[in-house]
C-alpha cells in the first residue's frame, strides 16, 4: 500500500480473517474494530468494548461509529448453531 494512501476502511470484518475460535467482533467509537475470545463488555467510560488483552485482537480501522453498542457480532457460524 502507497504511504500517500490512507488504508480502507472496514464497514464489518472478514471472519475469514479472524483467528480461530475468536468468536466475537465489535467496532469501537473511534472505528477501530477488533477480534474477541470471549464476549466483550461496553467499557464503562463508554465508546469502547473491553475483554481481557489476551482475549483482544485488532481486526482492522473503519469509520468513527456513533452507534458503536450496536456493532457486536458473533461469529457467523457459531450464532447459527452450526
Known amino acids: 500500500m502507497s504511504p ?9 470484518p472478514d471472519w475469514s480473517t479472524a483467528p480461530p475460535d475468536w468468536n466475537w467482533a465489535a467496532q469501537d467509537e473511534d ?3 477488533f477480534w474477541y475470545r470471549t464476549e466483550p463488555v461496553p467499557g464503562i467510560g463508554g465508546g469502547v468494548w473491553r475483554a481481557n488483552s489476551r482475549n483482544q485482537q485488532y481486526a482492522g480501522q473503519g469509520h468513527p461509529n456513533p452507534d458503536w453498542l450496536e456493532s457486536l457480532q458473533q461469529r457467523p457460524a457459531v450464532a447459527d448453531g452450526s
Open 4 to 12: 500517500n494512501r490512507p488504508a480502507p476502511s472496514l464497514s464489518h
Open 31 to 33: 472505528g477501530r474494530w
